[in-house]
Structures are given as C-alpha cells and as structure tokens.
C-alpha cells in the first residue's frame, strides 16, 4: 500500500473517530442550525383524523320549537347550532317551522366570505390552521372560495351569535360593537378637551376600561395602529364603500390585511388618545363621508 493512500486512510478514520465521539455526546451530527423540538400526529393517524371529522345530522323544525330547546335536545351548545347555520336563521328569538337545520356534535360549520383565508378563519375561531385542513381535506386545495362550508372542528361558540345578540336578536348589517350609554352623538359639539367648536364624525358609548369591542359587521381590517387624536384605534372596511372605525382603545386584537366576522372581538375599550374618559369612538362611513351611526344601527 502506497503512503499516500495509508495517509488518507488514516485521516479519514480520524474524522470518523471526531464525528463518532461528537455523536455520542450530543446525539446528531453538528449542523449549522439545530431543529427545534417535533412532533404530533400525521396525517393518516386514523384516529387523529376521525376526532377531527364533522359530525353532522339534520333536523327539521317543528312547530313550538325554540333554538334553545332544540339547542338542549341535541346536547350542544345555543352559539354552535346559531353559528352553524348563519345562513338559515336571521332572529335568535324564534324560527319557522318547516326550517332544516344543521345540527354538528363536535364543532361549528362556517361559510366562507369573499376575500377570507384559512388564517383569517383559523384566528376568528382560536382553533389550530392544520386541524381546519385535516378536518376538511384541504391539504391538496390551492384556493377556497366564498360559501363554502368549513368544518371548524372542537369550536363551540361563534361570533355568528354574538353579531346577532349585538344586532338586537336580527339580522342588520350593522350591529352594535359595544353596549353601553351614550355620550356623545354625531353632529356639531363644542369639542370636550379644546372648548372650540368641533363636528363630531362618529358617536361615544361610555363603557369600563377593557371591554370587550366587536366587529360591528365583516370586513378586512386596513388600520390597525396608534393615533394621536383616537389613540388605539381600528379601521374594518366593509362592502358597498362602508367602513368603520374604533377609536380610544387600551388594546388591539387584530392585524392590518385580516379578515373578521361580525360579532368577532377586535380589541378593547380604553381611553387612549385625545380622550376625557374610558370610551369607545365608533364611526361609519360611506365612500369617505362620515354617516351618523344611530340611523344605521339596530334599536
């Protein structure tokens, strides 16, 4: 045997010798970037899969029946049977006889809306991004479109429900985003902190510090930041040229380009900004002019 290929021989056993030793002390070759700890189910763990699966019945209404009866028979909650069938009801205090409803044992049904993601939805519902697309076989899909229905699996509540109780029990297109007493209306006012004469472009609701504040109808939320005159505040554009906006807030729940639902929690009530007390400012407009929110809202 040749030195030179004796002396390869041996340097080559030698970094084997480095790489073995480094092994036995730290459990995997050295690399530039170690991998975070992994792990969980896979996709075809049959049993992952069906806790996942929707579990869906049908039932069609009787007369005398109520959504809470119907709600307690079937063992789920009133706000998963509401939010489950967005399209079906429009008034929380009664339904017609004759009305099919879906009735889902282990989570909520929820029907996509024009310009909404997987993300969007997986963040409405606090439930896992992967779980939605394993629960509805999405993991092959590139794109999802306006009225499909989801299966949100393990949600109970909905923010369906709550757009409805903050509409006053019916459909509007605008519901109320917090209830409270009214401090302030829309119009011209002597500005409470200058003295001069000011036009109010929205109303004040006097409310405690860190109420919780909704969406007052769905949209894309294009502001969501700080401003020295609203403070913590949130804009959500709207179909139609709509757009609200939440003025004074203590917190921000929600990020520029996200899509929320009517009834969904977007931040909270503070007294931030130009401000004499905790309240929130809630504005409408239309195409850039300011609407007076009482001739929109729900009584």
């Known amino acids: 045997m040749s030195r030179v290929l004796r002396v390869l021989l041996l340097g080559c056993s030698g970094l084997a010798l480095v790489f073995g030793l480094f092994w036995m002390q730290h459990g995997s070759l050295p690399l530039s970037d170690k991998f975070a700890a992994q792990g969980g ?15 869906i019945v049908e039932y069609e209404v009787q007369p005398g029946d109520t959504l809470e009866a119907i709600a307690q028979q079937f063992g789920i909650p009133l706000e998963a049977l509401v939010g489950s069938n967005a399209q079906a009801l429009d008034d929380l205090h ?19 809306k024009r310009g909404q993601t997987l993300t969007d939805i997986a963040r409405t519902y606090g439930v896992s991004l992967t779980e939605i697309v394993w629960a509805n076989r999405l993991e092959d899909r590139e794109h999802i ?3 499909e229905e989801f299966f949100i699996p393990g949600a109970r509540v909905s923010p369906v429900f709550t757009y409805l109780q903050m509409a006053g029990g019916k459909k509007s297109f605008f519901a109320w985003p917090v209830r409270g007493v009214l401090s302030s209306g829309f119009g011209p006012r002597v500005h409470p902190i200058s003295g001069e004469p000011d036009f109010h472009q929205g109303i004040d609701i006097e409310i405690p510090e860190g109420t919780d504040v909704y969406a007052s109808c769905a949209g894309r939320v294009i502001v969501a930041g700080r401003h020295s005159g609203y403070g913590l505040y ?24 996200q899509f929320v639902e009517g009834g969904q929690v977007i931040g909270r009530s503070g007294n931030t900004g130009n401000s004499t007390g905790p309240h929130l400012h809630f504005e409408i407009l239309q195409y850039g002019r300011p609407l007076n929110p009482l001739a929109l809202l729900p009584p």
């Open 41 to 55: 189910p896979v996709s075809d763990d049959e049993g992952f899969i069906e806790a996942l699966a929707p579990q």
């Open 94 to 112: 009664g339904v017609e006889p004759g009305t099919v409803l879906k009735i889902v044992k282990n989570g909520v049904l929820h029907a996509v």
């Open 145 to 147: 479109y306006p009225g």
């Open 234 to 257: 949130i804009v959500i554009e709207h179909s139609n040229g709509y757009r609200t906006l939440y003025g004074h807030l203590s917190e921000v729940g929600v990020y520029r380009g």
